[in-house]
């Protein structure tokens, strides 16, 4: 028997190894009479268990359940017939790109990952590696982003949001300001899994200042739990703003960051109307006159998210279209990132506020393939 082997009989047995071992395994349940001619020393009563070990291999938490995202788990789900269908698009000379996008948009996440594992069974080949060489341009971005899944896909953007010279901080700004805490503790054990780096040490790393300290007070994710609002303390939160900015020679961005990065949603929310009775302002009128920069940026960002994360990403998605050009890795990012989660209430914010529909923004905006997926992941056009 090799060293990676281990023989079990029973299920005691078994259980009890698995509790004990913290690594993957394989386990294949033999009936009785085929374990038993398995394990040819001891034809015993018991089904024979053969469990193979191997090192410890990633897990990736499953994102939290949402309703009111684009894409949803597609009925019939067939995986090895998705698998065939996509192997056959990228067989040979050409790449059916339709066949490709319908299939991707209209399945969710976590079905993509069982056509990959299909695709690798199948064919012994790495479906994402394929769609990388069969497919090019903003396209191919959008096939393969679709392919990560949703605590990977925002370890991987905001790894390249502070790889190599320069920092995009409006990629860590975005990411980091509408997450929950929940799911930034996510982002960041997929990080450390995936890039064997731990993320707030590589994000100081490449910041600074106040900047800096909102966003590691963000990535501690210790924002209060919504249990019920105390009104004396949201009157005393929102004298402080005032005390520490309008009512200051210069600011206190420290009583900033505190207070907007570790009060409960529901607090924040009424310490911006109680914010509005004392000082005349909005809270953001005040953040824009007394802060500036990448700071300025990441608190209104912040207090946006805390009044609706789908008004800002309606907002956030229009603007990456708006005007001369297009900025497709902000598109594409906003776009495969809330399809399961909320780019429905996304789509009624986009109508409510610019007078437009986020379908015919994006109809205009792009072409070719890419803009057909775009449209599939949108999901209907709300004129």
């Known amino acids: 028997m090799s060293s990676r082997e281990e023989r079990f009989s029973g299920t005691h047995g078994v259980q009890s190894w ?9 386990a294949a349940l033999c009936h009785r009479r085929i374990g038993s001619a398995l394990c040819q020393q001891q034809p015993w009563e018991a089904d024979c268990y053969i469990l193979i070990r191997i090192g410890p291999t990633r897990r990736i938490p499953e994102m939290a359940k949402y309703t009111r995202g684009t894409v949803t788990a597609f009925s019939p789900f067939d995986a090895r017939a998705d698998a065939e269908a996509l192997r056959k698009a990228m067989k040979g ?27 690798k069974t199948l064919f012994g080949r790495d479906l994402v590696d394929d769609l990388k060489k069969e497919l090019t ?4 971005t959008l096939m393969v982003s679709l392919m990560r899944p949703a605590y990977i896909f925002d370890a991987h953007a905001l790894k390249h949001a502070i790889k190599g010279a320069g920092t995009n901080e409006k990629v860590l700004t975005e990411i980091l300001a509408s997450r929950t805490p929940a799911e930034v503790q996510q982002i960041k054990q997929v990080y450390l899994q995936e890039y064997e780096a731990n993320l707030e040490d590589k994000i100081t790393g490449e910041t600074s200042g106040h900047f800096q300290r909102m966003l590691v007070v963000l990535l501690q994710a210790n924002r209060d739990p919504d249990v019920g609002v105390d009104e004396s303390l949201v009157e005393q939160d929102a004298q402080v703003l005032f005390r520490a900015g309008e009512l200051k020679w210069g600011t206190d961005e420290e009583k900033f960051i505190t207070i907007l990065g570790t009060r409960s949603v529901s607090h924040l929310r009424r310490v911006f109307d109680k914010y509005m009775t004392i000082s005349g302002f909005q809270i953001e009128e005040t953040i824009d006159r007394e802060t500036s920069g990448d700071l300025e940026k990441l608190l209104l960002a912040v207090v946006k998210c805390i009044r609706s994360v789908p008004a800002y990403f309606a907002e956030t998605l229009y603007y990456s279209m708006k005007g001369a050009g297009t900025d497709d890795d902000t598109l594409i990012r906003v776009m495969v990132s809330r399809s399961e989660i909320d780019l429905l209430d996304i789509r009624r914010e986009f109508r409510k506020n610019f007078a437009k529909s986020l379908y015919q923004m994006i109809q205009k905006d792009t072409s070719g393939d890419y803009r057909k997926a775009l449209l599939l992941l949108c999901g209907g056009d709300d004129e």
């Open 93 to 119: 000379m050409g790449t059916d790109e339709e066949t490709v996008l319908k299939i991707l948009t209209s399945r969710n996440n976590a079905q993509r990952q069982e056509i990959a594992s299909a695709f």
């Open 18 to 26: 698995l509790a004990c071992v913290k690594c993957e395994v394989f």
């Open 137 to 140: 341009g903003k396209f191919e």
